[in-house]
């Protein structure tokens, strides 16, 4: 039995993957901003608290270190998706969306790692435009993300001299309520823009086009299972990645350009 730590506990794949740590008998940790929904099965402490708060993060690291003693695993699921204009969002909304992301992530590592058995491992869920040159209107979340797996490269060179590993996972779409939540972002980016006349419609086509094929949770939750127990982990996992996003990525730059302004252009 070993003891984990999930961050985004409460949320789709946060869920998923306490209830699978859980059912192979370990005994989990679990952080979220909002603990109401949380997972409920033996084993399984969720405790409330803001990644972005660096104060009530102590508080539960103290708990968790007290109760845990030490930890086998982190894994990080708590994320935001934006859908806005770059030189139209609030700034606000810009340092929250790297808060959350980016800087949360670190919060937890500076704090946990410490706690870690030897040849304990650390799982940071990314995303499959990561490695991707940013379609519009996403770049806020592509940006954080691919800061993620920069940050993920070299916490790993750090870590191996620790006895630890770092694994990455990118998936595609996971039917969470992160997927509902993002198209009402693009209906109100789309309504509200003041520098956009775009094809809204067709922007919202090519985003449902690429929702649509999606995975449930219980996948990624297998996935990490696997990052986190097999001998020798992939350095990243990619999971349900989508054709269209594929093809998109292997066009060269300047076609990237030309086709997205062929289709968004009124």
Same mark, same amino acid.
């Given at each position: 039995m070993g003891n984990y730590l999930v961050t985004g506990a409460c949320g789709g794949m946060g869920t998923a993957i306490c209830r699978m740590l859980a059912e192979n008998h370990h005994r989990v940790w679990g952080i979220d901003r909002s603990p109401d929904a949380r997972p409920e099965a033996q084993g399984i402490t969720v405790l409330s608290a803001d990644l972005t708060d660096p104060d009530a993060l102590r508080s539960a690291a103290e708990r968790i270190g007290q109760e845990a003693g030490s930890l086998d695993g982190i894994?990080?699921? $708590?994320?935001?998706?934006?859908l806005n204009s770059l030189v139209e969002m609030p700034e606000e909304e810009f340092v929250r969306d790297f808060d959350v992301n980016l800087f949360a992530v670190f919060r937890v590592n500076r704090l946990f790692v410490p706690l870690l058995e030897p040849g304990g491992r650390v799982v940071m869920i990314s995303s499959e435009l990561a490695p991707l040159r940013p379609m519009p209107f996403t770049g806020i979340y592509a940006v954080t993300k691919t800061a993620v797996e920069q940050y993920a490269m070299a916490l790993r060179m750090e870590l191996q001299l620790l006895g630890h590993r770092v694994v990455v996972i990118r998936p595609g779409a996971v039917k969470t309520n992160m997927l509902p939540a993002s198209t009402a972002k693009l209906d109100r980016f789309c309504e509200q823009t003041a520098? #956009? =006349? !775009?094809?809204a419609d067709r922007f919202r086509r090519i985003v449902n086009r690429v929702e649509a094929r999606h995975v449930p949770?219980? =996948?990624?939750? =297998?996935?990490?299972?696997? $990052?986190?127990? $097999?001998? =020798?982990?992939?350095?990243? #996992? !990619?999971?349900n990645r989508n054709p269209l996003l594929l093809l998109y990525g292997a066009l060269p730059a300047r076609v990237q350009l030309w086709a997205i302004k062929k289709i968004l252009e009124e």
């Open positions: 894994v990080h699921t $708590a994320g935001i998706y934006d520098l #956009y =006349r !775009c094809n949770p219980e =996948r990624i939750a =297998r996935t990490v299972k696997e $990052a986190l127990t $097999a001998k =020798r982990p992939k350095l990243t #996992y !990619c999971v």
